[in-house]
């Protein structure tokens, strides 16, 4: 957990530092991870029980944000900076980085998580 620490750490003193600016054009490139296989692990564990997300048909959750263009946007949960590192390990442990979210620990592997990632990051149109 020292890791997911240093992310928040980092990634709030980003959020701090560059609050207001436009992050949208940020580079958020995942080397080694495969979108296609976030989109199968997507629909195994159940995401869009909880969430709309684009190139799910079914279900269509509600108790969770809509994913919708979620590659764009400036944060993550409204309060975490959009960026892989930090994408990935809020996808795998969400409570680590924010104890108060409604969203659990998912059953992922680093390296699922980052494929989970890469295909969130695909979401960029809104």
Known sequence: MRTIGALLLAGGLCAAATACADKANAPRA???A??????????????????????????KGRTGGDLAGVGARPMIAGRLPNQPAVMTAFVRDAPALLPDTGMP????????ARDVAAYLYTLDDE
């Open 30 to 32: 995942l080397a080694q």
């Open 34 to 59: 495969d979108d296609g296989q976030g989109l199968a692990l997507i629909e195994r564990h159940g995401c869009a029980a909880c969430h709309a997300i684009p190139g799910v048909r079914w279900p």
């Open 105 to 112: 620990p998912m059953p992922l592997t680093d390296a699922e």
